[in-house]
C-alpha cells in the first residue's frame, strides 16, 4: 500500500475503533442509567428478535464461506488480477488463509481436518446466539440481571474485538474462543438492554451497533493479517508479498 492508501486505511480503522468504543459505553450507559423510554409497540419483539436472527444467519453463512464475504469491508479497491493468488485458501484449508506457518495460530485443528479459528468461532456463537434470541423474543426465555449480562456481555465483546489486535497473544483456541463469546457477548448485552430500557428504537440502535462491532473485527482481521504477510521472512514467499497482502485485504 502506497502512503496515500495507508493513511485513508488507519484513518477508518480508527474511525471504526472509536465508534466502537463509544457504542459500547452508551449501551452500557443505558442499562446502568435507563432512560423512561419505554414504548408499547405491540411487535418489539418480533421486530428486534427477527432483526437480530438475521444478523445471525448472515453471520454463519459468512462463517461457511468465508472467501466469498472476505472482500467486506474492504476500504481499497485492489487490483482484479490478484484475486488468483486467493486459490491457496481453498486447496489445503477450509478457510481463507495462506497454508503457510505463519498462519498457523489462525487455524483451530480438529482431527486430520483444519478449520479457520475465527470462522468457526464465529459460526457456533452465530448458531448458539440464533436459538436464544428465538427463545427469547419468541418464546418465554427469561435472562437474569440486566447488570450482570451487559457487565459479562460487555468483557466479552471487548475480548473479541481486541484478539485481533493482539495476534501475539493468540492461538487457534483463544481465536475461536473470541469469536465465540464476541456474539455471545452482543447478544447479552442486546437482552439486557431489551429488559432494562424497553424501547424498539435503542434495540434496533444496538442490533446496527452490532453490525460496526462486526465490520470492526473483519478490519482488525485484515490488519492483523497483512502484518502477518508484511512480516513474513520466508524466502519463498518474498516474492510475492506484495500480492499476498493484498489478496488478504
Given amino acids: 500500500m502506497n502512503s496515500e492508501s495507508d493513511k485513508h486505511y488507519n484513518l477508518t480503522m480508527l474511525f471504526l475503533i472509536a465508534v466502537s468504543i463509544f457504542g459500547l459505553f452508551l449501551s452500557v450507559f443505558f442499562v446502568v442509567y435507563p432512560p423512561k423510554l419505554e414504548d408499547d409497540f405491540a411487535f418489539r419483539s418480533l421486530t428486534v428478535g427477527s432483526a437480530f436472527c438475521a444478523i445471525c444467519v448472515l453471520g454463519i453463512c459468512a462463517a461457511l464461506f468465508p472467501s466469498s464475504c472476505s472482500k467486506f469491508p474492504n476500504f481499497e479497491k485492489r487490483n482484479r488480477g490478484d484475486q488468483s493468488n486467493l486459490t491457496i485458501h481453498e486447496t489445503t484449508l477450509r478457510a481463507h488463509h495462506p497454508s503457510c506457518e505463519n498462519y498457523s495460530t489462525h487455524i483451530l485443528r480438529i482431527g486430520n481436518r483444519k478449520f479457520c479459528a475465527t470462522c468457526s468461532g464465529l459460526l457456533v456463537g452465530a448458531s448458539a446466539v440464533l436459538i436464544g434470541t428465538s427463545l427469547y423474543f419468541f418464546g418465554s426465555l427469561h435472562i437474569g440481571e440486566p ?80 502484518q502477518t504477510c508484511s512480516q513474513c521472512s520466508t524466502k519463498s514467499c518474498r516474492q510475492d508479498k506484495k500480492r499476498c497482502v493484498k489478496a488478504l485485504s
Fill in 147 to 226: 447488570l450482570i449480562l451487559v457487565s459479562v456481555g460487555a468483557f466479552a465483546v471487548i475480548f473479541g474485538l481486541l484478539q485481533s489486535a493482539l495476534p501475539k497473544l493468540s492461538n487457534g483456541s483463544t481465536r475461536f474462543f473470541a469469536s465465540t463469546i464476541f456474539v455471545i457477548g452482543c447478544f447479552l448485552m442486546l437482552v439486557s438492554l431489551d429488559e432494562a430500557v424497553k424501547n424498539t428504537s435503542i434495540d434496533l440502535f444496538f442490533v446496527a451497533l452490532c453490525i460496526l462491532w462486526i465490520m470492526t473485527k473483519i478490519a482488525l482481521s485484515q490488519w492483523d493479517h497483512q
